[in-house]
């Protein structure tokens, strides 16, 4: 779901960002609205490093970025099914 706001990812939260990357329609800001939430993901993955607590929001920090992965996995298979990577059947290449 394009929303047509763009968000900054240095102000965003990384919930935010995720979000957005998860509710993208327009296929074609897809690739970003995911490279800006995995930025945002990795960021915050980091400064929970170095503090104490924080169980829960690390979970969810780790399943966002595994979904993020699931969602990236997907969009390339589901674009080469539908040919938009091409490769060629019964092509046989001299070693």
């Known amino acids: 779901m394009s929303t047509g706001v763009a968000i900054s990812p240095a102000s965003a939260t990384w919930k935010e960002l995720y979000r957005?990357?998860?509710?993208?329609?327009?296929?074609?800001?897809?690739?970003?609205r995911i490279a800006h939430a995995e930025w945002a993901l990795a960021l915050r993955s980091q400064q929970l490093f170095y503090e104490h607590g924080h169980y829960v929001e690390r979970q969810a920090v780790?399943?966002?970025?595994?979904?993020?992965?699931v969602l990236k996995s997907h969009t390339i298979e589901s674009d080469t099914i539908k040919g938009s990577t091409p490769h060629r059947r019964g092509t046989i290449h001299a070693a």
């Open 20 to 32: 957005a990357a998860l509710f993208e329609t327009d296929r074609s800001r897809l690739s970003e």
């Open 62 to 69: 780790n399943a966002a970025l595994y979904a993020l992965f």
